[in-house]
């Protein structure tokens, strides 16, 4: 799993690259931790080339979207692929995030 953050137009994007399963989820969350520290950033995580999430991966775009959430920001998820949507359809994921 690769994560990559960059500015980008005034915001975060996080890029995500791989599968983020829960071997992986303790190592990106560290990787992830530039989008725990913004404040004034909206935040876009970039699912383009995300193979696999799993629970403990939710979990942490979760815990991003409440923290981004508190600061006023938004955290919009793009790119998914029709396993990663179905996934978050199931899981009520959809209705949280604002996709592009």
Known sequence: ??????????????????????????????????????DGKDIILDCTQLEY?????????????KDAKAKGNHVYVSGMNANIRSVFTMTGFLNLFEVK
């Open 1 to 38: 799993m690769n994560t990559t953050i960059k500015e980008q137009d005034g915001a975060l994007v996080a890029q995500l690259e791989g599968r983020l399963d829960t071997a992986a989820t303790p190592q990106t969350e560290k990787d992830m931790q530039p989008l725990f520290n913004s």
């Open 53 to 65: 999430i799993s629970s403990s991966g939710l979990r942490l775009f979760l815990n991003v979207l």
